[in-house]
């Protein structure tokens, strides 16, 4: 069965963010995940989520100066001590809000800087993280982003980040599969979900090409969504899209699921 998580970054932007907690949890919703939670003290998070009977999916690590236009800092030369700091202070928070699993961002590059070192980089950093998070038994995940989104990002096809992830050889360290940056790149969603299952260790969703619900545009999420769940995947899935309206007046797509018996909705 399908799990879930309401993106509280994208959705119930109508609410204040510590009030899209509750919000989520009286549309069913189990689970949430979120871009940062350093904006707040963990264990107000912590309260949000009990109160509300919610599961931290995933959050990402500090990504560096965001509202400077940096997204990340794992594949940039030169910021490997910030980078570290980055790792402790997520699983600090992690800790406390009881999220299994940590997205890293790898960063932006231009280009004329020499993709070959920034990639040398990205892997020790990458390594350092799931050794890190490994006692903590949190899995470490890194997200092919497209460039029409986030134009420079380093690591943008699902096949490259499969190759990371064995290159380094950690167990916990898995590849988030955002189907909408994977159509938007490479397409042949199916395809590349039958062939990496094993080595993906999030799911994303969103409509392509504007973003919103599931439910619109080009792909047929009722078969990839049945075909996620045949292929036996046990994680979640994040909702990580941009409401065409009011959140919960768009969730038609979800209900229709439950209904189908392909996830479970909260009382």
Request: charged content about 20%.
């Amino acid at each position: 069965m399908l799990r879930f998580a309401a993106n509280l970054s994208m959705m119930y932007v109508e609410h204040d963010f510590l009030d899209r907690f509750a919000a989520a949890a009286k549309d069913g919703f189990p689970g949430v995940e979120f871009l940062f939670p350093y904006d707040y003290k963990p264990e107000e998070i912590k309260s949000r989520l009990d109160a509300n009977g919610l599961t931290q999916a995933l959050f990402n690590a500090p990504p560096g100066d965001w509202a400077a236009g940096e997204r990340g800092i794992a594949s940039l030369p030169g910021r490997e001590d910030e980078f570290k700091r980055s790792i402790d202070t997520a699983l600090q928070y992690a800790s406390v809000i009881g999220n299994k699993t940590l997205h890293v961002m790898a960063g932006l590059i231009k280009p004329e800087q020499d993709r070959a070192k920034h990639r040398a980089v990205y892997l020790d950093n990458l390594s350092y993280a799931a050794h890190q998070a490994e006692s903590a038994g949190i899995t470490v995940v890194i997200e092919p982003i497209n460039t029409r989104n986030i134009p420079g990002f380093f690591l943008n096809r699902q096949d490259d980040a499969q190759a990371i992830c064995a290159e380094i050889g950690a167990e916990n360290l898995k590849v988030q599969f955002d189907i909408y940056h994977c159509q938007i790149v490479e397409g042949d969603v199916a395809v590349k979900l039958k062939r990496d299952m094993a080595g993906i260790g999030h799911i994303q969703v969103a409509g392509v090409p504007e973003r919103h619900e599931p439910d619109m545009g080009e792909l047929n999420y009722p078969y990839l969504l049945k075909l996620i769940d045949t292929l036996g995947y046990q994680g979640w899935i994040g909702c990580e899209y941009n409401p065409a309206g009011a959140t919960s007046a768009g969730l038609g797509w979800l209900k229709a699921l439950a209904a189908q018996g392909l996830t479970q909705l909260k009382a």
